[in-house]
């Protein structure tokens, strides 16, 4: 470089700004704010104490879905996506009298599972399923159910939801399945609130105290199902109405 020649370092120009629409400079991206963790709305003692009356009113509780053995619940369980665990069962029952294994599933074939389960919704997608997943079991699990959330979650037509199921009527695992009513009431009691149905699990887990695990899903199933309707809830008739901080709570409402 000549004493003449301009040094590159001092005249070169400042990188310009990123232009936005309108003509103006776009702002710097804001870090995002740490979600605040959501306070929970009752004490260890309340919690217990709601969970207590559960037990109380029903002390072994069981899920409604018709089954014979671990592959047939697993079975029933996927089957009953978007569907009532009536409607599955009226199918089902005939169905398990000739197939409770995963070999007899893939014996019987597609079709014929089909014209089994047509009065199902989505059946056409569900058979295809059932048939994939019977036959992983004898491929992979020697024709056994997996006692294992994440095995179960392998086999196809099978999430997280109905892992939990099987895992906790088939094993006796303290596990919590998140259906519409879990999610609705986790939010709307208060006892768990979350806005996935992941969160809403979680959060149960740390709520529930431990010597009413293994069956508070399915006393907060039966409740969302029969007491705590998602329309219209029948508070007159919960146990728990004096305890709940729920603003939908009529009997609170009216004291």
Not at 134 to 151: K, N, T, Y
Not at 218 to 242: F, M, N, S, T, V
């Amino acid at each position: 470089m000549t004493a003449n020649q301009p040094d590159p370092r001092k005249t070169r120009k400042p990188a310009a700004k990123p232009i936005a629409k309108g003509g103006k400079a776009a702002a710097k991206p804001k870090p995002a704010k740490p979600r605040a963790p959501v306070r929970p709305r009752y004490s260890k003692d309340e919690l217990y104490a709601i969970f207590a009356r559960f037990h109380a009113a029903n002390p072994e509780p069981t899920g409604e879905l018709y089954y014979v053995n671990p592959y047939t619940l697993l079975v029933a369980v996927a089957l009953s996506a978007q569907a009532t665990d009536v409607g599955v069962n009226k199918a089902t029952r005939p169905l398990f009298e000739i197939v409770d294994t995963p070999q007899k599933m893939v014996d019987l074939g597609e079709e014929r599972l089909r014209e089994a389960i047509k009065t199902i919704g989505l059946y056409r997608n569900k058979a295809k399923n059932v048939i994939a997943l019977s036959q992983l079991l004898i491929d992979r699990f020697g024709g056994e159910v997996p006692q294992d959330r994440e095995a179960l979650e392998t086999l196809p037509g099978v999430g997280r939801k109905t892992a939990n199921v099987v895992l906790n009527i088939a094993f006796g695992q303290p596990t919590i399945a998140v259906d519409t009513h879990l999610f609705r009431l986790g939010n709307r009691i208060g006892v768990a609130p979350g806005k996935t149905p992941l969160e809403v699990e979680r959060a149960l887990e740390k709520a529930v105290p431990p010597e009413f695990l293994l069956h508070a899903h399915h006393w907060l199933i039966l409740h969302g199902r029969y007491i705590c309707k998602a329309r219209k809830p029948a508070c007159e008739k919960c146990l728990i109405a004096d305890l709940c901080k729920s603003s939908d709570n009529t009997r609170r409402q009216a004291a």
